[in-house]
T-cell receptor
């Protein structure tokens, strides 16, 4: 069965600092990969996705992620964090049958002024 | 284009009562998913509809949970009778294609006292 790990439960960064959130997955083939964000009181919003092609993908709100097959990773990055980025971030992959999503446990991001 | 909507946004009930959650997917999306996040745990898949048919309900916790999707449009998730451990946030998502991007609703926060 697929699994997704996000090693960091909680990360705190200062506003303006760079950010990298880690995601590792287990999958037999090259998977589709997704990052979602949940802001306080909001639903899950898609930040970006990887299906194929260029391994560096750009998303909304200035986020990007890089797929590294050799490391089974899909880390999320942002060069300069804004206070509004404080939220919980989830990495996800489709299950073995390509239907429902398997989510990582999430990483909560706090931003210091 | 309207997004996925869920009703109610928050429900507080007593143990043993019945609650029905509703999800309206994006128009034209045949795939509809229910997920749940129990406090402190991961987002877990509950079930998947394709149009009005249940494609996969392997994630349903027990027979106290009943999901329907009348006419392949909106879906309801009924919990009867509710137990304390059913508390959590219930998310609905829809998609055009399996394994591709899923659009999530804002969730229903269920509190069972």
């Amino acid at each position: 069965a697929q699994s997704v790990t996000q090693p960091d439960i909680h990360i705190t960064v200062s506003e303006g600092a760079s950010l990298e959130l880690r995601c590792n997955y287990s999958y037999g083939a090259t998977p589709y990969l997704f990052w979602y964000v949940q802001s306080p009181g909001q639903g899950l919003q898609l930040l970006l996705k990887y299906f194929s092609g260029d391994t560096l993908v750009q998303g909304i709100k200035g986020f990007e992620a890089e797929f590294k097959r050799s490391q089974s990773s899909f880390n999320l990055r942002k060069p300069s964090v804004h206070w509004s980025d404080a939220a919980e971030y989830f990495c996800a992959v489709p299950d073995n049958y390509g239907q429902n999503f398997v989510f990582g446990p999430g990483t909560r991001l706090s931003v210091l002024p | 284009e309207a997004g996925v909507t869920q009703f109610p946004s928050h429900s507080v009930i007593e143990k043993g009562q019945t609650v029905t959650l509703r999800c309206d997917p994006i128009s034209g999306h045949d795939n509809l998913y229910w997920y749940r996040r129990v406090m402190g745990k991961e987002i877990k898949f509950l079930l998947h509809f394709v149009k009005e048919s249940k494609q996969d309900e392997s994630g349903m916790p027990n027979n106290r949970f009943l999901a329907e999707r009348t006419g392949g449009t909106y879906s309801t998730l009924k919990v009867q009778p509710a137990e304390l451990e059913d508390s959590g946030v219930y998310f609905c998502a829809s998609s055009q294609d399996r394994g591709r991007e899923q659009f999530f609703g804002p969730g229903t926060r269920l509190t069972v006292l």
